[in-house]
């Protein structure tokens, strides 16, 4: 079992400004070949793939203009060539977009994937050091959180966020617990347009109020914008700006940690069912606001599917057509004139059972699960039953999503 714990650092001088030196030389590497793949694909029709910047990279580093980049981990800055692989990779399946620039002002990461030590210190568990090539002495990490008694380093990511806070992500490969659950029931979850979701036992929890921050959000931008590009009171109030985005940013995935614990936890269930969130969609999307939204709630499936399967729960994704509100739970009939959004509550004209729009919905996806006769599908291969009400729906959403 893999499992990521992410600490805070604290660096000497000497660390700090090595550690800068990664973060510049991955991302140096990391443009330097997407530029170089780019040009040899428009004016050479040729496409270049890791093992071809790998080669480039080794003779790169034997010139004196680049000498530079052997004063950092070289294993680093092939981490950087197949993150830009798979940036690549992503963008050919269409589920990402074209990879583009790093930037310096953005938050700057890399990645250590081999040789790290993280001792402990003995008198003050809290406290650890953690070992990395190219760095003599050990770096102070934060200990926050209880680690496993047995664990294998994987790998370790440094990151320097924008509000120049430093931190280190260490994946760790901990022996598999099984753990039995015998349940057979189905929690349905319907991740709401705006900013609820809804469960199959009734139900709802709102997302935080984030509109309260958008003012103040609003007027740091603007505030940003008239500061003199390069002045020391630019750096500021980007500073300032960045502070606050990360504290909306904790608003929201302290919430996000509580009620997936809660779920988890409390729901004693053997599969949670969710809609598959539509990634091209939301790529195609321009709104911002929209695509804040999906972030909150793709965050939110990928912090429910590794708390579930921590507690032997299998998290099915449904196609997101099957969560539909027109049709009825109980008998299956499907209902068109509830395709307004505005219709919250409504009544089945052929069984009479009476309806809360998402708490329906949530039932819906588990009847759909409790349909299936196999166990454990792929959501790939979970289809809509109904593709005249899947087009509709697509249709209907459209409308509201975008
Ligand atoms: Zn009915």
Sequence with gaps: MILTYKFRIYLTKEQEEKLNKHFGCARFVYNFFLNYSSIMYKKMNISTNYNNWACVLVRLKKTDKYAWLNEVNSQSLQQSLKDLECAFKNFFKKQAKHPKFKKKKNRQTFRVPQHIQLYMKEENPKYGYIFVPKFKEGIKVRVHRTLPDTFKIKNVTFEKTTTNKYYVSIVMEVPHVQITNTSNDVLGIDLGIKDTITLSNGEKYNLPDLKKYEKRLKRLHRQLSKKQKGSRNREKTRIRLARYIEKIN?????????????????????????????????????????????????????????????????????????????????????????????????????????????????????????????????????????HALAAERKVNSSVTMG
């Excluded at 969710?274 to 709104?287: C, Q, R, T, Y």
């Excluded at 912090?303 to 109980?330: P, T, W």
């Excluded at 588990?366 to 979970?382: H, R």
């Design 250 to 386: 904790n608003v929201k995935n302290d919430w996000i940690h509580k009620i997936t614990h809660k779920i988890v936890s409390e729901s004693q269930v053997g599969k949670i069912v969710v809609e598959d969130l539509n990634i091209k969609g939301m790529l195609k999307s321009e709104k911002l606001a929209k695509y804040i939204h999906w972030q909150s709630w793709n965050k939110f499936i990928v912090i429910l599917n590794y708390k579930a399967k921590r507690n032997g729960i299998e998290l099915i994704k449904a196609d997101r057509f099957y969560a539909s509100s027109q049709r009825c739970s109980v008998c299956g009939y499907v209902n068109k004139e509830v395709k307004n959004l505005n219709i919250r509550k409504w009544v089945c004209p052929v069984c009479g059972t009476e309806h809360d729009r998402d708490i329906n919905a949530a039932i819906n996806l588990t009847n759909y699960v409790l349909s299936q006769e196999k166990v454990g599908q792929e959501l790939s291969e979970i289809k809509p039953v109904d």
